[in-house]
């Protein structure tokens, strides 16, 4: 697990070319791109896309958008007298978010923000084994709110790399590491 990311970060730093272009958050511009992350639940990578489109309001800049996240992961367990069962764990959550974008130097090329997500979290836990066994298979969802935070790092005039921390709902929270390209 831990290998994993970190082999796709250094990929991800390796694969870029670090271009030293003072660019920032702008209204009227999309940004969209994958993501890798650690959920605070299990200790399994969680996977997403973010999507976000710069506005100028009287009080500063906002970006709105979506995001989906995605984890799963089983547990096996030597059952009673030598049989075997499995857990299976599955988290989706579909998310609209707002983020209110901190004012930092016209060339900086760190774009610091501060938002909510507001997002339905559907997830699950499947039984697979002997049967006789009283266990129920229970599924969980519904509308969550959650706060998060991060910045981009701009290294072109059309890509930067985002860290964020987010954290709500008890199926949702998460460092993600990712790339977001503008246009």
Do not use: C
């Amino acid at each position: 697990m831990k290998r994993s990311l970190l082999l796709t970060a250094v990929v991800l730093f390796l694969a870029i070319p670090f271009v030293a272009f003072g660019q920032y958050f702008e209204a009227g511009k999309s940004y969209a791109g994958p993501s890798i992350g650690l959920s605070f639940l299990g200790s399994t990578p969680e996977y997403g896309v973010n999507y976000e489109y710069g506005m100028k309001m009287e009080f500063g800049m906002i970006g709105i958008g979506g995001l989906f996240r995605y984890w799963g992961y089983s547990e096996d367990w030597g059952g009673f007298g030598g049989s075997a069962y499995k857990w299976k764990y599955t988290n989706i959550l579909i998310g609209a978010q707002g983020n209110y974008h901190l004012k930092m130097d016209p060339g900086s090329k760190l774009d610091p923000w501060v938002g909510l997500i507001l997002g339905y979290d559907a997830s699950s836990v499947k039984y697979d084994g002997p049967s006789g066994y009283n266990y129920s298979s229970p599924t969980s969802g519904g509308l969550v709110l959650n706060a998060q935070g991060g910045a981009r790092y701009w290294i072109s005039p059309t890509m930067a790399v985002r860290a964020s921390l987010g954290y709500g709902s008890m199926s949702y929270g998460a460092l993600d590491l990712g790339v977001d390209f503008k246009f």
